[in-house]
Protein backbone atom coordinates (compact mmCIF):
# COMPACT_ATOMS: atom_id res chain seq x y z
CA UNK A 1 0.00 0.00 0.00
CA UNK A 2 1.44 3.48 -1.39
CA UNK A 3 1.23 6.74 0.70
CA UNK A 4 -1.82 7.57 -1.29
CA UNK A 5 -4.36 4.48 -2.37
CA UNK A 6 -7.58 3.97 -2.56
CA UNK A 7 -10.40 1.33 -2.33
CA UNK A 8 -13.97 0.47 -4.07
CA UNK A 9 -17.12 -0.96 -3.24
CA UNK A 10 -20.64 -1.47 -5.46
CA UNK A 11 -22.03 -3.34 -7.74
CA UNK A 12 -22.90 -2.65 -11.05
CA UNK A 13 -27.10 -2.65 -10.15
CA UNK A 14 -26.60 -2.29 -6.66
CA UNK A 15 -27.58 0.95 -4.68
CA UNK A 16 -24.32 2.84 -5.75
CA UNK A 17 -20.68 2.58 -6.02
CA UNK A 18 -17.69 3.79 -3.30
CA UNK A 19 -14.38 4.93 -3.18
CA UNK A 20 -12.29 5.81 -0.22
CA UNK A 21 -9.03 7.35 -0.70
CA UNK A 22 -6.66 7.65 1.68
CA UNK A 23 -3.37 9.54 2.26
CA UNK A 24 -4.58 13.17 0.62
CA UNK A 25 -2.86 16.05 2.17
CA UNK A 26 -5.06 18.72 4.21
CA UNK A 27 -5.84 21.86 2.49
CA UNK A 28 -6.18 20.75 -0.84
CA UNK A 29 -9.28 22.70 -2.49
CA UNK A 30 -11.47 20.44 -3.69
CA UNK A 31 -15.46 20.14 -4.71
CA UNK A 32 -18.01 17.92 -6.09
CA UNK A 33 -18.19 19.71 -9.34
CA UNK A 34 -14.91 18.84 -9.86
CA UNK A 35 -15.01 15.07 -9.48
CA UNK A 36 -18.49 15.66 -11.58
CA UNK A 37 -16.60 16.77 -14.43
CA UNK A 38 -14.48 13.86 -14.55
CA UNK A 39 -17.26 11.49 -13.83
CA UNK A 40 -18.92 13.27 -16.98
CA UNK A 41 -16.52 12.43 -19.35
CA UNK A 42 -16.46 9.00 -18.70
CA UNK A 43 -19.75 8.64 -19.56
CA UNK A 44 -19.20 9.97 -22.81
CA UNK A 45 -17.89 8.89 -26.32
CA UNK A 46 -19.59 7.29 -29.65
CA UNK A 47 -20.14 3.54 -29.04
CA UNK A 48 -21.41 3.39 -25.66
CA UNK A 49 -25.13 1.69 -24.54
CA UNK A 50 -27.95 2.97 -23.70
CA UNK A 51 -27.56 2.43 -19.88
CA UNK A 52 -25.17 5.75 -20.07
CA UNK A 53 -28.28 7.85 -20.84
CA UNK A 54 -29.81 6.73 -17.28
CA UNK A 55 -26.98 7.05 -15.51
CA UNK A 56 -25.63 10.68 -15.43
CA UNK A 57 -23.15 9.83 -12.49
CA UNK A 58 -22.94 12.51 -9.57
CA UNK A 59 -20.87 12.34 -6.41
CA UNK A 60 -21.44 12.59 -2.65
CA UNK A 61 -18.55 13.60 -0.93
CA UNK A 62 -19.54 12.14 2.33
CA UNK A 63 -16.07 12.59 4.40
CA UNK A 64 -12.36 14.25 4.27
CA UNK A 65 -13.80 17.66 3.09
CA UNK A 66 -14.52 20.64 4.91
CA UNK A 67 -15.44 23.92 3.54
CA UNK A 68 -14.10 22.82 0.25
CA UNK A 69 -11.12 21.78 1.36
CA UNK A 70 -9.68 18.37 2.14
CA UNK A 71 -8.92 17.91 6.31
CA UNK A 72 -5.95 15.19 5.94
CA UNK A 73 -8.56 12.08 7.10
CA UNK A 74 -9.88 9.18 4.33
CA UNK A 75 -12.03 10.70 1.84
CA UNK A 76 -15.41 8.87 1.11
CA UNK A 77 -17.20 9.67 -2.17
CA UNK A 78 -20.56 7.89 -2.92
CA UNK A 79 -22.20 7.37 -6.36
CA UNK A 80 -25.69 6.25 -6.75
CA UNK A 81 -26.58 4.26 -9.36
CA UNK A 82 -29.59 5.67 -11.13
CA UNK A 83 -30.90 2.36 -12.47
CA UNK A 84 -31.18 0.85 -8.62
CA UNK A 85 -34.75 0.98 -8.49
CA UNK A 86 -34.90 -1.27 -11.64
CA UNK A 87 -32.95 -4.00 -9.82
CA UNK A 88 -34.02 -3.70 -6.18
CA UNK A 89 -35.25 -7.51 -6.67
CA UNK A 90 -32.29 -9.05 -8.70
CA UNK A 91 -29.78 -7.24 -6.37
CA UNK A 92 -31.66 -7.21 -3.09
CA UNK A 93 -29.46 -7.23 0.13
CA UNK A 94 -32.44 -8.85 1.91
CA UNK A 95 -33.37 -12.92 1.23
CA UNK A 96 -36.18 -12.65 -1.13
CA UNK A 97 -39.14 -15.68 -0.21
CA UNK A 98 -39.02 -16.81 -4.24
CA UNK A 99 -35.73 -17.01 -5.87
CA UNK A 100 -35.01 -15.46 -9.23
CA UNK A 101 -34.57 -16.66 -12.20
CA UNK A 102 -30.19 -17.52 -12.39
CA UNK A 103 -28.43 -16.40 -15.32
CA UNK A 104 -25.96 -19.29 -16.46
CA UNK A 105 -24.76 -18.79 -19.66
CA UNK A 106 -21.02 -17.51 -19.06
CA UNK A 107 -19.82 -14.86 -21.73
CA UNK A 108 -16.67 -15.72 -23.58
CA UNK A 109 -14.09 -12.81 -22.57
CA UNK A 110 -15.93 -11.55 -19.23
CA UNK A 111 -15.09 -12.85 -15.70
CA UNK A 112 -18.23 -15.23 -16.06
CA UNK A 113 -17.25 -18.85 -16.06
CA UNK A 114 -13.86 -18.12 -14.32
CA UNK A 115 -15.85 -16.18 -11.55
CA UNK A 116 -18.63 -18.85 -10.65
CA UNK A 117 -16.44 -21.80 -10.58
CA UNK A 118 -13.56 -19.80 -7.96
CA UNK A 119 -16.32 -18.60 -5.74
CA UNK A 120 -18.30 -21.97 -6.49
CA UNK A 121 -21.58 -20.16 -6.80
CA UNK A 122 -24.84 -21.27 -9.12
CA UNK A 123 -25.46 -17.91 -10.45
CA UNK A 124 -23.34 -15.48 -12.58
CA UNK A 125 -25.19 -12.65 -11.11
CA UNK A 126 -22.79 -11.36 -8.43
CA UNK A 127 -19.52 -12.09 -10.68
CA UNK A 128 -20.96 -9.49 -13.52
CA UNK A 129 -22.45 -7.49 -10.90
CA UNK A 130 -18.49 -6.40 -9.80
CA UNK A 131 -16.90 -7.45 -12.83
CA UNK A 132 -18.28 -4.86 -14.66
CA UNK A 133 -16.27 -1.89 -15.80
CA UNK A 134 -19.01 0.54 -13.78
CA UNK A 135 -16.78 0.25 -10.91
CA UNK A 136 -14.52 2.48 -12.80
CA UNK A 137 -16.73 5.17 -12.06
CA UNK A 138 -15.48 5.23 -8.74
CA UNK A 139 -11.74 4.70 -9.64
CA UNK A 140 -12.60 8.09 -12.16
CA UNK A 141 -13.86 9.96 -8.68
CA UNK A 142 -10.63 8.58 -6.81
CA UNK A 143 -8.70 9.44 -9.59
CA UNK A 144 -10.22 13.01 -9.67
CA UNK A 145 -8.70 13.74 -6.54
CA UNK A 146 -5.46 12.78 -7.46
CA UNK A 147 -5.45 14.98 -10.75
CA UNK A 148 -6.62 18.24 -8.62
CA UNK A 149 -3.50 17.48 -6.41
CA UNK A 150 -1.10 17.35 -9.05
CA UNK A 151 -2.75 19.82 -10.77
CA UNK A 152 -0.98 21.97 -8.07
CA UNK A 153 2.28 20.70 -9.50
CA UNK A 154 1.75 21.94 -12.48
CA UNK A 155 1.38 18.43 -13.91
CA UNK A 156 -2.29 17.89 -16.42
CA UNK A 157 -2.94 14.07 -17.93
CA UNK A 158 -4.70 13.97 -20.89
CA UNK A 159 -5.90 11.11 -23.17
CA UNK A 160 -6.87 10.38 -26.23
CA UNK A 161 -8.10 7.52 -28.95
CA UNK A 162 -5.45 6.67 -31.41
CA UNK A 163 -7.24 3.16 -32.89
CA UNK A 164 -10.74 1.93 -33.12
CA UNK A 165 -10.43 -2.09 -34.54
CA UNK A 166 -8.18 -1.22 -37.77
CA UNK A 167 -8.31 2.18 -37.83
CA UNK A 168 -5.22 3.56 -36.88
CA UNK A 169 -3.54 7.06 -36.41
CA UNK A 170 -0.39 8.52 -35.68
CA UNK A 171 0.87 8.30 -31.55
CA UNK A 172 1.67 11.53 -29.82
CA UNK A 173 5.37 12.14 -31.25
CA UNK A 174 4.49 12.23 -34.47
CA UNK A 175 1.94 14.56 -34.17
CA UNK A 176 0.51 17.89 -32.42
CA UNK A 177 -2.39 16.80 -29.96
CA UNK A 178 -4.64 19.82 -29.71
CA UNK A 179 -6.36 19.24 -26.72
CA UNK A 180 -9.82 21.38 -27.01
CA UNK A 181 -10.43 19.03 -30.00
CA UNK A 182 -10.07 16.02 -28.31
CA UNK A 183 -12.26 16.91 -25.91
CA UNK A 184 -15.15 17.86 -28.13
CA UNK A 185 -14.63 15.06 -30.27
CA UNK A 186 -17.18 11.77 -29.68
CA UNK A 187 -14.41 9.89 -29.79
CA UNK A 188 -11.39 11.68 -27.65
CA UNK A 189 -9.52 11.48 -31.41
CA UNK A 190 -7.63 14.17 -31.97
CA UNK A 191 -7.83 13.23 -36.61
CA UNK A 192 -10.95 14.27 -37.45
CA UNK A 193 -10.87 12.79 -40.45
CA UNK A 194 -10.50 9.41 -39.21
CA UNK A 195 -12.61 9.95 -36.48
CA UNK A 196 -15.40 9.73 -39.43
CA UNK A 197 -13.88 6.22 -40.30
CA UNK A 198 -13.60 5.22 -36.92
CA UNK A 199 -17.16 6.15 -36.20
CA UNK A 200 -18.31 4.07 -39.36
CA UNK A 201 -16.51 1.24 -38.32
CA UNK A 202 -18.28 1.18 -34.69
CA UNK A 203 -21.85 1.75 -36.72
CA UNK A 204 -20.70 -1.21 -38.71
CA UNK A 205 -20.04 -3.45 -35.99
CA UNK A 206 -22.86 -2.38 -33.34
CA UNK A 207 -24.94 -3.58 -37.05
CA UNK A 208 -23.42 -6.66 -37.21
CA UNK A 209 -23.80 -7.50 -33.61
CA UNK A 210 -20.58 -7.32 -32.83
CA UNK A 211 -18.17 -4.98 -30.99
CA UNK A 212 -14.43 -3.10 -31.03
CA UNK A 213 -11.70 -2.45 -29.18
CA UNK A 214 -8.78 -0.30 -29.37
CA UNK A 215 -5.71 1.94 -28.50
CA UNK A 216 -5.73 4.78 -26.02
CA UNK A 217 -2.96 7.03 -24.82
CA UNK A 218 -2.39 8.62 -21.64
CA UNK A 219 0.23 11.79 -21.06
CA UNK A 220 1.30 13.35 -18.44
CA UNK A 221 2.75 16.61 -19.24
CA UNK A 222 5.32 19.04 -16.86
CA UNK A 223 6.28 16.18 -14.80
CA UNK A 224 9.08 16.23 -12.50
CA UNK A 225 11.61 14.55 -12.33
CA UNK A 226 12.82 11.78 -9.99
CA UNK A 227 9.47 10.29 -8.68
CA UNK A 228 9.77 6.38 -8.49
CA UNK A 229 13.16 4.14 -7.98
CA UNK A 230 15.64 1.97 -9.82
CA UNK A 231 16.57 0.81 -6.24
CA UNK A 232 13.63 -1.63 -5.63
CA UNK A 233 11.57 -3.40 -8.16
CA UNK A 234 8.16 -2.09 -6.28
CA UNK A 235 9.48 1.23 -6.49
CA UNK A 236 9.93 1.52 -10.28
CA UNK A 237 7.25 3.90 -11.96
CA UNK A 238 6.80 2.51 -15.43
CA UNK A 239 5.61 -0.84 -13.15
CA UNK A 240 3.37 0.94 -11.10
CA UNK A 241 1.75 2.49 -13.93
CA UNK A 242 1.84 -1.07 -16.03
CA UNK A 243 -0.18 -2.91 -12.42
CA UNK A 244 -2.37 0.35 -12.52
CA UNK A 245 -3.28 0.76 -16.14
CA UNK A 246 -3.64 -3.05 -16.81
CA UNK A 247 -6.32 -3.47 -13.90
CA UNK A 248 -8.79 -1.24 -16.40
CA UNK A 249 -11.42 -4.18 -17.32
CA UNK A 250 -10.84 -4.94 -20.96
CA UNK A 251 -7.10 -3.68 -20.70
CA UNK A 252 -4.44 -6.40 -22.47
CA UNK A 253 -1.66 -4.54 -23.35
CA UNK A 254 0.49 -1.38 -22.17
CA UNK A 255 3.66 -0.03 -23.24
CA UNK A 256 5.43 2.73 -22.18
CA UNK A 257 6.62 5.21 -24.55
CA UNK A 258 7.64 3.57 -28.24
CA UNK A 259 7.34 0.53 -25.90
CA UNK A 260 6.94 -2.71 -28.59
CA UNK A 261 8.66 -0.48 -31.13
CA UNK A 262 11.77 -0.66 -29.21
CA UNK A 263 12.46 -4.08 -29.47
CA UNK A 264 12.78 -3.96 -33.48
CA UNK A 265 15.20 -1.47 -33.83
CA UNK A 266 18.51 -0.78 -32.87
CA UNK A 267 20.37 1.04 -29.41
CA UNK A 268 21.71 4.28 -31.63
CA UNK A 269 17.80 4.48 -32.67
CA UNK A 270 16.08 4.10 -29.75
CA UNK A 271 17.67 6.10 -27.01
CA UNK A 272 17.17 9.66 -26.68
CA UNK A 273 20.18 11.79 -26.80
CA UNK A 274 20.89 13.94 -23.77
CA UNK A 275 21.44 17.74 -24.95
CA UNK A 276 22.90 20.84 -22.98
CA UNK A 277 19.96 23.54 -21.40
CA UNK A 278 16.63 23.17 -20.55
CA UNK A 279 13.28 22.13 -22.20
CA UNK A 280 12.06 23.97 -24.83
CA UNK A 281 9.10 25.80 -23.38
CA UNK A 282 5.71 24.75 -24.86
CA UNK A 283 3.27 27.72 -25.47
CA UNK A 284 0.18 26.11 -23.47
CA UNK A 285 2.91 25.47 -20.27
CA UNK A 286 3.77 29.10 -19.32
CA UNK A 287 6.52 27.46 -16.63
CA UNK A 288 10.18 26.96 -17.65
CA UNK A 289 11.84 24.40 -16.49
CA UNK A 290 14.53 23.95 -14.26
CA UNK A 291 16.40 21.31 -15.91
CA UNK A 292 19.53 22.44 -17.23
CA UNK A 293 19.57 19.78 -20.04
CA UNK A 294 16.77 17.92 -21.67
CA UNK A 295 16.16 14.50 -24.10
CA UNK A 296 16.11 15.26 -27.98
CA UNK A 297 13.14 12.90 -28.24
CA UNK A 298 10.95 11.06 -25.93
CA UNK A 299 10.96 7.61 -27.11
CA UNK A 300 11.41 6.67 -23.41
CA UNK A 301 8.14 7.87 -22.52
CA UNK A 302 8.92 9.66 -19.48
CA UNK A 303 10.79 7.23 -17.32
CA UNK A 304 14.10 5.74 -17.27
CA UNK A 305 15.23 3.24 -14.85
CA UNK A 306 12.14 2.88 -13.17
CA UNK A 307 12.82 7.15 -12.38
CA UNK A 308 10.29 9.72 -13.88
CA UNK A 309 12.96 11.55 -15.94
CA UNK A 310 11.23 15.15 -16.24
CA UNK A 311 9.69 14.34 -19.93
CA UNK A 312 6.32 13.89 -20.38
CA UNK A 313 5.11 10.36 -19.27
CA UNK A 314 3.72 8.66 -22.11
CA UNK A 315 1.37 5.04 -21.86
CA UNK A 316 -0.24 3.66 -24.48
CA UNK A 317 -2.97 0.80 -23.78
CA UNK A 318 -4.38 -1.90 -25.92
CA UNK A 319 -8.39 -2.55 -24.90
CA UNK A 320 -9.71 -5.52 -26.47
CA UNK A 321 -13.11 -5.84 -28.19
CA UNK A 322 -16.05 -5.67 -25.08
CA UNK A 323 -17.19 -9.47 -24.41
CA UNK A 324 -20.84 -9.18 -24.47
CA UNK A 325 -22.30 -9.30 -28.16
CA UNK A 326 -25.89 -9.00 -29.21
CA UNK A 327 -25.30 -11.55 -31.94
CA UNK A 328 -23.91 -13.54 -29.04
CA UNK A 329 -20.89 -16.29 -29.36
CA UNK A 330 -21.52 -19.75 -28.29
CA UNK A 331 -21.38 -20.84 -24.78
CA UNK A 332 -22.63 -23.68 -22.76
CA UNK A 333 -25.78 -23.82 -20.21
CA UNK A 334 -24.14 -24.19 -16.59
CA UNK A 335 -27.30 -26.25 -15.40
CA UNK A 336 -27.35 -28.76 -17.84
CA UNK A 337 -23.52 -28.51 -19.58
CA UNK A 338 -25.54 -28.77 -23.05
CA UNK A 339 -24.21 -25.97 -26.03
CA UNK A 340 -26.05 -22.75 -25.11
CA UNK A 341 -25.82 -18.96 -26.25
CA UNK A 342 -24.03 -16.93 -24.21
CA UNK A 343 -25.80 -14.64 -21.46
CA UNK A 344 -26.49 -10.95 -23.57
CA UNK A 345 -28.05 -7.76 -21.82
CA UNK A 346 -27.73 -4.16 -22.87
CA UNK A 347 -24.05 -3.31 -23.67
CA UNK A 348 -21.44 -1.19 -24.90
CA UNK A 349 -19.94 -1.82 -28.49
CA UNK A 350 -16.99 0.46 -28.16
CA UNK A 351 -15.56 1.50 -24.75
CA UNK A 352 -11.95 2.88 -25.66
CA UNK A 353 -12.91 6.88 -25.74
CA UNK A 354 -14.04 6.12 -21.94
CA UNK A 355 -11.21 3.77 -21.16
CA UNK A 356 -8.65 6.65 -21.92
CA UNK A 357 -10.45 8.50 -19.35
CA UNK A 358 -10.63 5.82 -16.98
CA UNK A 359 -6.57 5.32 -17.54
CA UNK A 360 -5.94 9.56 -16.61
CA UNK A 361 -7.27 8.30 -13.61
CA UNK A 362 -5.79 5.41 -12.81
CA UNK A 363 -2.27 7.34 -14.00
CA UNK A 364 -2.96 10.14 -12.02
CA UNK A 365 -3.29 7.98 -8.84
CA UNK A 366 -0.04 6.05 -9.46
CA UNK A 367 1.75 9.71 -10.06
CA UNK A 368 0.63 11.30 -6.67
CA UNK A 369 1.26 8.35 -4.62
CA UNK A 370 4.98 8.62 -6.58
CA UNK A 371 4.66 12.22 -5.60
CA UNK A 372 3.73 12.28 -1.67
CA UNK A 373 6.48 9.55 -1.41
CA UNK A 374 9.06 12.15 -2.84
CA UNK A 375 7.66 15.36 -1.68
CA UNK A 376 6.02 14.40 1.47
CA UNK A 377 3.64 16.55 3.58
CA UNK A 378 0.58 16.32 5.19
CA UNK A 379 -0.39 19.98 4.19
CA UNK A 380 -0.33 21.11 0.54
CA UNK A 381 1.92 24.17 1.05
CA UNK A 382 4.38 21.51 3.33
CA UNK A 383 4.49 19.04 -0.26
CA UNK A 384 4.78 22.32 -2.80
CA UNK A 385 7.33 23.73 -0.05
CA UNK A 386 9.26 20.61 -0.53
CA UNK A 387 8.76 20.46 -4.33
CA UNK A 388 10.15 24.05 -4.73
CA UNK A 389 13.27 23.05 -2.54
CA UNK A 390 13.93 20.48 -4.56
CA UNK A 391 13.17 22.11 -7.71
CA UNK A 392 15.54 24.70 -7.21
CA UNK A 393 18.39 22.01 -6.12
CA UNK A 394 18.42 20.32 -9.31
CA UNK A 395 21.36 20.35 -11.37
CA UNK A 396 23.56 22.23 -8.57
CA UNK A 397 25.16 19.01 -7.38
C1 LIG B 1 -15.53 1.80 -19.83
C2 LIG B 1 -15.74 0.33 -19.99
C3 LIG B 1 -17.02 -0.15 -20.26
C4 LIG B 1 -17.24 -1.51 -20.46
N1 LIG B 1 -18.49 -1.93 -20.80
C5 LIG B 1 -18.71 -3.24 -21.03
C6 LIG B 1 -19.99 -3.70 -21.47
O1 LIG B 1 -20.95 -2.92 -21.64
N2 LIG B 1 -20.14 -5.02 -21.69
C7 LIG B 1 -19.10 -5.90 -21.52
O2 LIG B 1 -19.29 -7.08 -21.74
N3 LIG B 1 -17.88 -5.49 -21.14
C8 LIG B 1 -17.66 -4.19 -20.89
N4 LIG B 1 -16.41 -3.79 -20.50
C9 LIG B 1 -15.32 -4.76 -20.36
C10 LIG B 1 -15.52 -5.70 -19.19
O3 LIG B 1 -15.70 -5.00 -17.98
C11 LIG B 1 -14.32 -6.65 -19.09
O4 LIG B 1 -14.06 -7.24 -20.31
C12 LIG B 1 -14.59 -7.73 -18.04
O5 LIG B 1 -14.57 -7.15 -16.75
C13 LIG B 1 -13.56 -8.88 -18.07
O6 LIG B 1 -12.29 -8.42 -17.74
P1 LIG B 1 -11.07 -8.48 -18.76
O7 LIG B 1 -11.60 -8.12 -20.10
O8 LIG B 1 -10.11 -7.46 -18.24
O9 LIG B 1 -10.51 -9.87 -18.74
C14 LIG B 1 -16.15 -2.42 -20.32
C15 LIG B 1 -14.88 -1.94 -20.04
C16 LIG B 1 -14.66 -0.59 -19.87
C17 LIG B 1 -13.28 -0.09 -19.59
Known amino acids: MGRFCFTTAGESHGKGLVAIVEGMVADLPLGAEYINKELKRRQQGYGRGPRMEIEQD ?168 GLGSHVSWERRLDGRIAQAIMSINAVKGVEIGSGFTLAKIKGSQAHDVIEP ?61 KIAKAHYERSDVCVVPAAGVIGEAMLAIVLADACLEKFGGDNLKEALTNYHNYQLSIGKN
Open 277 to 337: GPPPVIASEAKQSPLPWHHATNRAGGIEGGISNGEDIIVRVAVKPIATLAKPLSSIDLRSG
Open 58 to 225: KVEIISGVRYGLTIGSPIALFIPNRDWQNWQEIMSIAPLEKETEPTTHPRPGHADLAGVTKYSLKDIRPVMERASARETAARVAAGAVAKRFLEEFGVIIHSHTIAIGQCHCEPSEAISIDWQQVETSPLRCADAELEKEMMAVIDKAKADGDTLGGIFEVIATAMPI
